[in-house]
């Protein structure tokens, strides 16, 4: 459905994604063999839908910043400030959004780990 999974160690690297289309899992303080078999774990539950990247990473990571861009845009979160859709920026609305909800999401990370 062209969401893609990420799994973290630490709050700080949250990205909150406006588009909707990065699912993340966060396990604070794993290691990395317990991150990974974590991924993988989130993988398998995925039962066939979660793709791996292919030989080219790069171009598919691209891929993927350039359809979260372009759901942005249609959601009138951004808009592209060339004609070449090479270069985009958030909308007013898309900035607000983008901070008050970047800020919610680690408020909330804060708490749960001080509880």
């Known amino acids: 459905d062209g969401r893609y999974l990420v799994t973290i160690d630490n709050f700080l690297a949250t990205d909150y994604d406006l588009a909707g289309i990065r699912e993340e899992a966060l396990y604070q303080g794993a290691g990395l063999h317990d991150l990974l ?30 359809r979260r861009v372009e759901v942005l845009a249609q959601r009138g979160y951004a808009y592209f400030a060339d004609r070449e859709r ?30």
């Open 37 to 66: 078999d974590r991924h993988r774990q989130r993988v398998g539950a995925a039962q066939g839908l979660a793709l791996p990247f292919s030989k080219d990473p790069t171009a598919d990571y691209r891929d993927v910043m350039a």
């Open 86 to 115: 090479g270069v985009w920026r958030y909308t007013n609305e898309g900035a607000v959004r983008l901070s008050l909800g970047m800020h919610w999401t680690l408020l909330r990370r804060i708490a749960r780990r001080a509880s």
